[in-house]
């Protein structure tokens, strides 16, 4: 009972967070005023400023300029986001986009830590049931179940976790 | 006085050779109880008074760079590089870590001195600090090769000697960065300590778990550093970058972020091992990849691998970076395979869900952060290297990824300290973790009531969608933490009938660890909250002529007047604008831009009003070209404030976690004892 309890918290969890997951990935912007500012903050300056174009601070950076201008050109002429920042890459190569793409070979870069996270989320769950399964498989042979030894047992546990700590 | 150094960094190699040779054989000799012509002791204390001696040596050497530079000694092409006669004092001692070559000292210093007290302090375990000793030696071996084959700071310049220097980095003459790359590079190289000491440990198969009560300390310090250096860091890159912000997921951020991640995830599971006499294995390979993550955010720095703001020069000891890496990497690998039957766990766990298994959890977190990091940093080169085609990963990339796990962790943070050791019941899991739901939502609620919108026109708007999640688990964490001080106080005002505020400051004097880190959990609550601020920034950027006015959220900001000064140093323009709330004048901003005289290059000196809701950040971007009229940039940035708070309350953490518990004894001196025992929950269990 308590084991099957002990499952469903942990199920909900897991809901909750592929829930999570999968608002995080459909975010995103629609209105014309949010896409340039979206996709200005997707793309970087090319003035060799290391910045993204939309927080290039140089008075006078003739790149971040023509790259706001040609941007404002795209999404006038009704381009969806993808034709625009591959007409940046196009133009000023991979490395004006601030992020990889999810084409190709840049999609590992996204894969990899959701890939990893999740490998090891499973390890470890799959770790401690372990370890818990076999101290409960010891604790039952061990079948300790007089009053007397329960009673120094709890005693025992009481003191030990009392050592401190965090 | 060159020369002076020179010698001093060739002397102090040879004492940290001597020192890793012969306290490498000294050991060697204890361990196989082979006979030897002079006792393996003695052996071992020359070798140790040799490491004081080389800490004396590249003191001797700090010394001189630093001699030269307020000697305006031009012959040396470092301080002909990275000084001028004009730079006020306090920078001159920059010029020591502002170029490569004088960094690399700062660090062969600091490790010097790390050696020093720790060879100091030998005689709390002569053997154990006798390994650790040797290995420092062998990472300092290392340094002052460098400084003495590759990269020399004491080079003498070809040509005849110039009048005047080139001058100190602009970016590096502010007040911040007189303390913030000491304090990086003390976080750094602090972590070789601990390093050290694990390595010994398994070398020598120490038995129990000393060692790592002797390195808390130790770790406790430089992770302390090491917060600091990045924090400090941080605001650095606000108050002197002039974008409004103040992490930009920079490789060099990163590369000193990654280590804090692993320190962190340290400093958690070494609680098991001492506690539990577990994860034994998997401490040791923490401490190890730590000090490895250090090593690789040197090497990031100077090699030139990854394009930065931060990098030095490309030269050519990434090579021996590298090298270094592969052969710590190798020692580290070998000892392990050699001892780690060593490393058995005493215990295993008994549920998946306890304080054992969010520790486990925290732990995944943490690496899993500190992979998605060093992958984010790495990934260009890969992608050259495998397509041939360079891309940049930024932001963007580690918003989507990287926050979705700070946000997890956040909410382990608040868990971990709710479950008890070993098990839990339901009954208990409803019981603490009610109040914190009720305040998650409650939350949730305020922020939609007050205007937090996490979608916008049909999609999700991600920075607001993360602030909500941000502010209602801070909120859920903070009334967790609380509650768990609540608690304890509770029982010690029954028990004693002190108020709560009292009970409280006993409650963490019994267990100024635990207690210290719940205060620094808080401090990283605070943190979180600033940070989400950033999601609702606002700024207005226009040309103001004199009497033009600009206005953003309840300011009004009339330029007043644009000028032009200069000293020695610099030339400088400001603009002056008085801000108005209200019809009503408050203050004065003068943001300025500086032209250094030395070096040519300008730099931004942002005007910042700070109050605890927000930053009125006012930027004077120069004059239009076209208009000859001042351009201003002013942002309104919510809550940052929080963040530095957060960062001193984790420090007032750190330092109540370092103070001793009252013991047993003097705790009983202090707290009649009218009733019964205490509760489990003031011990360090709850059930």
């Known amino acids: 009972m308590r084991n099957s309890l002990h499952m469903g918290f942990w199920i909900k969890g897991a809901q909750a967070l592929a829930l999570a997951a999968a608002v995080c990935f459909s975010l995103g912007a629609t209105d014309t005023g949010s896409r340039y500012n979206d996709l200005n903050h997707r793309l970087m300056c090319t003035c060799g400023c290391a910045q993204i174009l939309g927080e290039c601070n140089h008075v006078g950076c003739t790149s971040s300029k023509q790259e706001l201008d040609e941007l404002r050109t795209y999404l006038a002429a009704g381009m969806n986001d993808q034709d625009i920042l591959g007409k940046f890459a196009a133009k000023y190569g991979a490395t004006v986009l601030a ?64 050592d401190g700590g965090y | 006085m060159a020369a002076f150094g020179s010698l001093s960094l060739l002397i102090a190699l040879a004492l940290a050779a001597y020192n890793l040779l012969a306290g490498a054989v000294a050991l060697r000799l204890l361990a196989t109880g082979q006979p030897a012509p002079i006792s393996p002791e003695r052996l071992a204390d020359t ?38 006669r004009a730079l006020p004092a306090a920078y001159k001692f920059s010029a020591l870590w502002s170029g490569q070559e004088g960094s690399l000292l700062l660090w062969a210093w600091l490790l010097g001195i790390y050696g020093f007290v720790l060879r100091l ?89 000393k060692w790592i009560k002797i390195t808390r300390i130790w770790t406790l310090v430089t992770w302390l550093f090491l917060t600091f250096g990045i924090f400090l860091g941080m605001h650095w890159a606000y108050a002197v970058l002039g974008w409004g912000g103040y992490w930009g997921w920079d490789p060099v951020e990163n590369a000193s972020f990654m280590p804090w991640l692993t320190g962190t995830a340290f400093l958690h599971s070494v609680m098991m091992q001492e506690k539990k006499g577990m994860m034994k294995s998997w401490n040791v390979w923490l401490i190890f990849s730590t000090f490895l993550l250090t090593m690789l ?4 720095t100077r090699a030139g691998l990854v394009s930065s703001v931060h990098a030095f020069a490309q030269s ?31 215990q295993q766990l008994e549920s998946l869900v306890s304080r054992e298994s969010s520790f486990l959890f925290n732990n995944l977190v943490l690496l899993t952060a500190c992979f998605v990091i060093l992958w984010g940093t790495l990934f260009p080169i890969l992608s050259e290297y495998v397509v041939g085609n360079k891309v940049t990963v930024g932001a963007p990339f580690y918003n989507r990824v990287a926050v979705p796990i700070g946000l997890f962790l956040l909410f382990l943070t608040g868990v971990g300290p709710l479950l008890p050791w070993r098990n839990t019941s339901l009954k208990s899991i409803k019981r603490n973790f009610v109040l914190p739901t009720v305040m998650l939502w409650a939350t949730v609620i305020v922020c939609l009531a007050v205007g937090v919108r996490p979608w916008k026109d049909g999609a999700v708007d991600q920075g607001s969608f993360y602030a909500l999640i941000g502010f209602a688990l801070s909120a859920a964490v903070f ?22 505020f009292s009970s409280i400051y006993l409650l963490t004097r019994r267990n100024t660890r635990r207690y210290g880190g719940y205060i620094i959990h808080i401090g990283v609550v605070i943190i979180v909250i600033g940070l989400a601020g950033a999601a609702f920034n606002r700024s207005q950027e226009q040309e103001l002529a004199l009497h033009d006015k600009l206005a953003i959220g309840p300011y009004v900001l009339e330029n007043v007047g644009f000028t032009e000064d200069s000293n020695l140093n610099y030339n400088s323009e400001y603009a002056q604008l008085d801000v108005y709330k209200g019809g009503k004048k408050l203050f004065q901003m003068t943001p300025e831009k500086r032209v250094y005289l030395a070096s040519g290059q300008p730099q931004t000196m942002v005007a910042i009003h700070s109050v605890p809701g927000w930053d009125l950040y006012v930027v004077y971007e120069g004059t239009n070209p076209d208009t ?49 025992p205490a509760e489990p929950a003031l011990k360090g269990g709850h059930e």
């Open chain 2, 121 to 209: 302090t030998h005689k709390r375990d002569v053997k154990l600090y006798a390994y650790a000793g040797v290995i420092m030696a062998g990472i300092q071996v290392f340094f002052l090769a460098v400084l003495n084959f590759a990269a020399p700071p004491f080079a003498l310049f070809r040509g005849a000697v110039p009048e005047d220097g080139n001058g100190l980095n602009p970016l590096l003459q502010y007040p911040e960065m007189v303390i913030h790359p000491p304090m990086l590079y003390l976080g750094y190289v602090g972590f070789s300590v601990p390093f050290a000491f694990a390595l010994g440990a398994l070398m020598m198969r120490y038995p129990g778990e």
């Open chain 2, 479 to 500: 009334t967790a933490i609380l509650s768990e001080f609540l608690r304890g106080a509770g029982v010690i005002s029954k028990q004693t009938g002190r108020n709560i």
């Open chain 1, 99 to 162: 992020a990889p793409t999810t084409q190709g070979f840049d999609l590992v870069a996204w894969i990899a830590p959701f890939a990893v996270f999740a490998a090891a989320l499973l390890g470890t769950i799959l770790l401690v049931r372990r370890w818990t399964v076999g101290k409960k498989e010891a604790a039952a042979q061990a079948q300790i179940s007089d009053p007397a030894t329960k009673a120094l047992r709890e005693q025992i546990r009481r003191e030990t976790g009392a």
């Open chain 2, 297 to 300: 955010g040197t090497l990031l």
């Open chain 2, 628 to 676: 000859q009229q001042p351009i201003i940039k002013a942002y309104l940035n919510p809550l940052v404030g929080w963040i530095w708070a957060g960062v001193a309350l984790i420090f007032f953490g750190t330092v109540v976690a370092l103070v001793p518990s009252l013991s047993p004894a003097t705790a009983a001196l202090r707290v009649p004892a009218r009733t019964a």
């Open chain 2, 316 to 346: 050519t000891i990434g090579t021996w970076f590298v090298t270094f890496m592969i052969v710590v990497l190798a020692v580290c690998i070998f000892t392990y395979v050699l001892n780690r039957s060593h490393l058995k766990s005493d």
């Open chain 2, 47 to 84: 070798a140790r008074r040799a490491g004081i001696a080389g800490f004396v040596a590249v003191s001797a050497a700090a010394f001189a760079l630093i001699w030269s530079v307020f000697a305006d000694d031009f012959s040396i092409t470092y301080i002909m590089e990275h000084s001028n």
